[in-house]
């Protein structure tokens, strides 16, 4: 007898992409407006490659004055993307718990998913309450501490310790972005990691950094080395758009 079961097609198996975003006053003007434009090629191009088999799952979690879900665990082919804007503090403390909450709650990270990747992009130093506690807990506790993570300093006031204690343990290096070539490069790299994996007989296996900066566009926007040079100390770009 015909069973219209055995021919159904398993349901994608999600791959979540987490994205925290430093949203404070210091990322006014070019810094956001880039950073926006380089997530919403991200997402554009994510969307583009999902395959039957991988649901690429974006959540967006940003941090001013306080952490907030801008976007909640959505396939990359439906997502909408709405513009940030910039204001406040940096409470990325705030921002680790409210991401490792979603990642150990079952029901917006299900268990049958693969591993995640965060990614975490400042320009700033934390400043709220307790986000060392916050920091420890993620990478070393419950299934946060086996994501993958990467992160990006932007400009010269990025806190390099902080963001290089957040991807301790991984295969990654910090990434620096002191313009907009460089954050739109970064992106790209992110988004050849995932995809990478999207299309992999495995896609828990994460890409090495040496093959994939070969493959983005422009390899000599990435950097995982912090240029001096490129930064003044008035104003938020200069004469080479550097910030």
């Not at 003007?29 to 969307?47: F, H, P, Q, R």
């Not at 990478?139 to 990006?152: E, T």
Request: charged fraction near 25%.
């Amino acid at each position: 007898m015909f069973d219209p079961k055995d021919f159904a097609t398993g349901k994608a198996k999600p791959l979540p992409v987490y994205l925290l975003l430093d949203v404070s006053q210091s990322m006014e003007g070019d810094k956001i407006n880039n950073l926006n434009e380089a997530v919403s090629e991200m997402i554009k191009t994510m969307a583009d490659e999902e395959k039957m088999e991988v649901e690429i799952l974006i959540s967006t979690i940003t941090f001013g004055s306080d952490a907030h879900v801008h976007l909640p665990a959505t396939s990359a082919s439906n997502v909408e993307w709405s513009n940030l804007s910039a204001s406040g503090l940096t409470a990325m403390g705030a921002a680790l718990t409210m991401s490792k909450e979603m990642i150990e709650d079952k029901e917006i990270t299900p268990s049958r998913a693969y591993r995640p990747t965060i990614v975490l992009v400042s320009d700033g130093q934390p400043n709220d309450t307790g986000w060392e506690q916050a920091m420890d807990d993620f990478i070393n506790n419950g299934r946060s501490k086996k994501c993958d993570r990467m992160a990006m300093a932007i400009g010269k006031d990025a806190d390099e310790n902080v963001l290089n204690r957040f991807i301790e343990g991984t295969e990654h290096e910090l990434f620096y972005a002191n313009n907009a070539a460089q954050l739109h490069e970064f992106f790209r790299y992110v988004t050849m990691s995932v995809t990478t994996r999207s299309q992999s007989k495995n896609p828990n296996d994460i890409p090495a950094d040496s093959d994939l900066k070969s493959k983005v566009s422009d390899e000599s926007n990435l950097t995982t080395e912090n240029s001096d040079e490129s930064a003044q100390s008035d104003g938020d770009t200069n004469d080479d758009g550097e910030w």
